[in-house]
T-cell receptor, first 111, second 113 residues
Framework: DAKTTQPPSMDCAEGRAANLPCNHSTISGNEYVYWYRQIHSQGPQYIIH???NNETNEMASLIITEDRKSSTLILPHATLRDTAVYYC????????????FGSGTKLNVKP | EAQVTQNPRYLITVTGKKLTVTCSQN?????MSWYRQDPGLGLRQIYY???????DKGDVPEGYKVSRKEKRNFPLILESPSPNQTSLYFC????????????FGDGTRLSIL
């Protein structure tokens, strides 16, 4: 299964864009990239996912490089409530029930 | 409102006293799963179910049982709980397919004394 690498922590000023990177250099062509976040000890919250194209929804944008070896989650206007641990996950189609969360990135949004 | 509901949210109990954590979803999802989350170990899958009457072990199934008699419910059973099962537990559900996001419940914090 493709492994993901994320920085352990990042800071962002409130109101600015938060750009969270993820490296998945061993990803295969049919594996989806998912992003989740976990605020304190609440249940992980789905944010966005994509395969090859960039994706945008009401929460965030997902930018996947052309070679698919890395991606960036963008929160366009971070608020204090976006402080959380963000997980980048690569999901394999032949074993889609496997959902490895890894260590994630702790995003600290500061006033 | 579409949701995954776990009960109880908190439980303190003693070693050996059987307990069940319930999980219910109202989204008609085929797939359901249980995870536990421990400091430094992240979320680890305990059991999953692809559909009614179909269950399989995840990465850390020892000491747990599950059943899937109805599509909406997926209870987690600890027949003889031990202190090493003290953890934060999450239930999740989704439609089948790698392009289907999993939706998580709010969690159940279990303390086994």
């Amino acid at each position: 299964d493709a492994k993901t690498t994320q920085p352990p922590s990042m800071d962002c000023a409130e109101g600015r864009a938060a750009n969270l990177p993820c490296n998945h250099s061993t990803i295969s062509g049919n594996e989806y990239v998912y992003w989740y976040r976990q605020i304190h000890s609440q249940g992980p919250q789905y944010i966005i996912h994509g395969l090859k194209n960039n994706e945008t929804n009401e929460m965030a944008s997902l930018i996947i490089t052309e070679d698919r070896k890395s991606s960036t989650l963008i929160l366009p206007h971070a608020t204090l409530r976006d402080t959380a641990v963000y997980y980048c996950i690569v999901r394999v189609p032949y074993n889609f029930n496997k959902f490895y969360f890894g260590s994630g990135t702790k995003l600290n949004v500061k006033p | 409102e579409a949701q995954v509901t776990q009960n109880p949210r908190y439980l303190i109990t003693v070693t050996g006293k059987k307990l069940t954590v319930t999980c219910s979803q109202n989204m008609n999802h085929e797939y359901m799963s249980w995870y536990r989350q421990d400091p430094g170990l992240g979320l680890r899958q305990i059991y999953y179910s692809m559909n009614v009457e179909v269950t399989d072990k995840g990465d850390v199934p020892e000491g747990y049982k599950v059943s899937r008699k109805e599509k909406r419910n997926f209870p987690l059973i600890l027949e003889s709980p031990s202190p090493n099962q003290t953890s934060l537990y999450f239930c999740a559900s989704s439609f089948q397919g790698s392009d289907q996001p999993q939706h998580f419940g709010d969690g159940t914090r279990l303390s086994i004394l």
